[in-house]
């Protein structure tokens, strides 16, 4: 599904991802964990199309086209969908029209029928409840004064609506509160099929007891210096990093 | 004194020539003109020649240029003219569900044909100013006391001119529950000059939503000048709204004064959504406790057009409130300015005064001027100002476009967030509804009339 060669990156002319391997697989899922400033978000947003991240070299296929070569929203109505660390708040964009314009646009591109105005509220209701998401919510603006937990969620009702192939989960439990927490797993889980496959970045293994991975890596100074099991997020979540940097010469 | 001179002489040629032809038609203006307003006239005059068409060295107009708008040659249009054509025939207001009293004023002059007024609640007067001027001349009073000729010169023409407009009177404690709509065409066979003059009159306790609506109905070139004179006595409640679309070779110059007296309550709210070149002054005198001003106003241009707003709220008593917010679009080589002066006089304690100016530019090559001015000689007051000049957020863009929506579509539902904030402040649901579609479609770089374009132009 998703395969990065060597992928290096630069931002402001500072090297931030440094030959980055990875091969995923649908039904999969995997966790990126690591120290804060590691790379993780920078390897998200890269994968979402995000301009100001310039790659210098390797390359990444998705379903078999080059992904990098895509615009973002080709990206995500091909079925990538990132859930951002910081979703950003968007004033006088109410959030209906919002999810209504990405649904169909979605489905335009795979030349189905647009939702009307009643059918997309009937499709949006069934997966409010499902990652139990506040109407009050989807009255205001594009995240306006919600709560980082808010936002979270909100995420995650986006990633409902709009059902993707390959879901990247940037720290989506950072900020929840512990019902939330299971609330998210549980809606992540309820996606999941054998077609698709989820990326969760997450600096905690609480998150890998709802959402289990069946791959943990360690991004490491640009790199991925460690991968396996889901036994290594216990590992890491008993001993932190240090003997992660020791072992790559710090 | 040196500046004085050269200011003099730089203004010379074509302020004479408005001197001249002032004294040429001078018979004209007097004739059939009620003395409350013939009484003003020569001392505007006089008012204008001391300061002349400004130039850029006049500080209030630094970011437009009248004089060669000025200079072009125009019929002047000082007296009654019949419309040729029924105008009730020609032009509908076809905003679906706003119901108004509807009255049309042509080249400036109240049409004499105005049908569509309807029942107005008793006492209110919606007529031309000119035969309340005859007719009732008390209650025209006011009449130039609100707008002052020697503090600016195209007040100061505009009064040495007046002849007609509309005049609106609420009296006591009257609520007019329909908006008022005033259509004001522009439609002659030549190049014209337009003077129009308007007054609105509210007593204590009268409520009144006004829409005045610019329209031109052909190609012609036009110089429009005009003063509206607003008076909002104790508790009145005025909603304001004037929306401006008129084509690329219109001079549209608007002077709007307005007093408020204690515990009013005016929201002004302008729409430019086309127009050559557009000058609007608003400027409000808070003359009593615990009167509320709003001023919204917003832009979307293109091309070479220009927008100049110039505000100014003087906060003559305590515990007034007052809140700015002007939002422009630019596109291509367009240039805009915001100048928002606010006055606290001494002793006006408690003052809330707020102002913020927004602009998006979408070219490298479209300019915004954004200028406030706080004169604050009071102090205990709450004033905050802003101004922005910038881009579409990048951040919201990536977002919308991370979830599968084009960029053209994302960077126009940016676009029409960025003006909502004003549009959401239009209390009348038709009319915002019709003007949100009309800044999407100016958005998407649609012409967006508010009507059926009778000419097909590239304008
Ligand atoms: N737009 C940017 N401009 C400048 N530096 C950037 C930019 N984006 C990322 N960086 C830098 O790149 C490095 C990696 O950042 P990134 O956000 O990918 O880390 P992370 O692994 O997601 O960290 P965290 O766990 O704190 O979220 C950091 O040093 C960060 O400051
Ligand atoms: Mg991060």
């Known amino acids: 599904m998703l395969s990065i060669k060597d992928l290096f990156v630069e931002v402001e002319g500072m090297e931030i991802l440094k030959g980055i391997n990875l091969v995923v697989k649908p039904g999969e899922i995997h966790a990126i964990m690591g120290p804060n400033g590691s790379g993780k978000s920078t390897l998200a947003n890269v994968l979402a199309g995000k301009e100001e991240y310039t790659v210098t070299h390797g390359e990444v296929t998705y379903l078999g086209e080059d992904l990098l070569d895509m615009a973002p929203e080709e990206r995500a109505q091909k079925g990538l969908f990132l859930s951002f660390q910081y979703p950003v708040e968007i004033p006088g964009v109410p959030m ?128 991925i210096v460690k991968s396996a099991g889901k036994e290594l997020a216990f590992e890491l979540e008993e001993k932190g990093y240090d003997w992660i940097k020791k072992e790559n010469g710090e | 004194m040196e500046s004085n001179m050269s200011i003099l002489i730089e203004n010379t040629d074509v302020s004479l020539k408005y001197a001249a032809h002032y004294n040429s038609v001078k018979e004209v203006l007097f004739r059939n003109s009620a003395e409350e307003m013939n009484a003003h006239r020569k001392k505007a005059l006089q008012d204008f020649i001391t300061q002349g068409i400004p130039t850029r060295k006049n500080e209030n107009y630094k970011y437009t240029n009248l004089q060669p708008r000025f200079s072009s040659e125009f019929r002047y249009i000082h007296e009654r ?148 004179e607003i008076f909002a006595g104790p508790n009145a409640n005025l909603e304001y709204y004037t929306l401006q679309n008129q084509h690329n070779y219109t001079t549209s110059l608007n002077s709007v004064f307005i007093h408020q007296e204690k515990d009013s309550k005016v929201t002004t709210l302008n729409s430019s959504l086309h127009g050559g070149l557009i000058r609007n002054n608003l400027k409000f005198n808070m003359d009593g406790e615990n009167a509320e001003a709003f001023l919204y106003g917003m832009a979307f241009i293109d091309r070479k057009q220009h927008v100049d707003n110039f505000t100014q709220v003087i906060h003559g008593k305590p515990h007034c409130m007052s809140n700015q917010v002007y939002k422009n679009v630019l596109d291509d080589e367009s240039t805009g300015a915001f100048t928002g002066r606010i006055h ?64 053209a579509k994302a960077r126009l539902m940016m676009m029409n967030a960025f003006a909502y904030e004003v549009i959401q402040q239009i209390s009348i649901e038709p009319l915002r509804k019709r003007i949100n579609e009309l800044v999407d479609k100016r958005l998407r770089g649609e012409v967006a009339r508010c009507h059926d374009c009778a000419y097909n132009c590239e304008c």
């Open chain 1, 96 to 223: 209906v029209n919002f999810l209504k314009t990405a649904v169909n646009e979605h489905r335009r591109s795979r030349g189905e029928k647009e939702l009307t105005a009643g059918e997309f509220l009937k499709f949006m209701r069934t997966k409010m409840e499902m990652v139990d998401m506040h109407a009050q919510l989807t009255n205001r603006s594009v995240n306006e004064g919600f709560s980082g937990g808010e936002k979270k969620k909100n995420e995650i009702f986006q990633m409902a609506l709009l059902e993707p192939r390959l879901a990247i989960l940037d720290e989506t439990d950072s900020g929840l509160d512990i019902d939330a927490l299971k609330t998210v797993a549980h809606g992540v889980n309820a996606l999941r099929n054998s077609g698709n496959a989820t990326i969760v970045v997450t600096h905690y293994q609480r998150l890998l007891d709802y959402i289990v991975p069946d791959h943990v890596h360690v991004l490491y100074g640009g790199k």
């Open chain 2, 81 to 228: 003219e019949p419309a040729e054509v029924d105008l009730h025939a020609v032009f509908r207001c076809d905003v679906p569900l706003l119901d108004t009293h509807l009255a049309f004023l042509f080249n400036g002059w109240f049409y004499e044909d105005n049908s569509k007024i309807g029942e107005l609640p008793s006492g209110v007067i919606l007529d031309s100013l000119e035969n309340v001027a005859h007719n009732n001349p008390g209650l025209i009073r006011k009449y130039a006391s609100l707008a002052q000729t020697e503090d600016d010169p195209l007040v100061a023409l505009n009064t040495a001119f007046a002849k007609d407009g509309y005049f609106l009177y609420v009296p006591e404690n009257t609520t007019v529950e329909l908006p008022v709509q005033l259509i004001n065409f522009l439609q002659a066979k030549e190049s014209a000059y337009v003077t129009q003059r308007n007054f609105i009159y509210l007593e204590e306790g009268a409520h009144v939503k006004v829409i005045s609506c610019d329209h031109t109905l052909n190609l012609n070139h036009y110089l429009n000048n005009s003063v509206t």
């Open chain 2, 344 to 407: 606290v006089v001494r002793d006006a304690q408690k003052t809330n005064a707020f102002q913020r100016n927004n602009n998006i530019l979408l070219t490298d090559k479209a300019t915004m001027q954004s200028k406030p001015q706080l004169i604050i000689d009071a102090d205990d007051v709450k004033c905050s100002h802003g101004a922005t000049v910038g881009q579409i957020d990048e951040e919201a863009l990536f977002y919308l476009r991370a979830r599968g929506i084009d960029e």
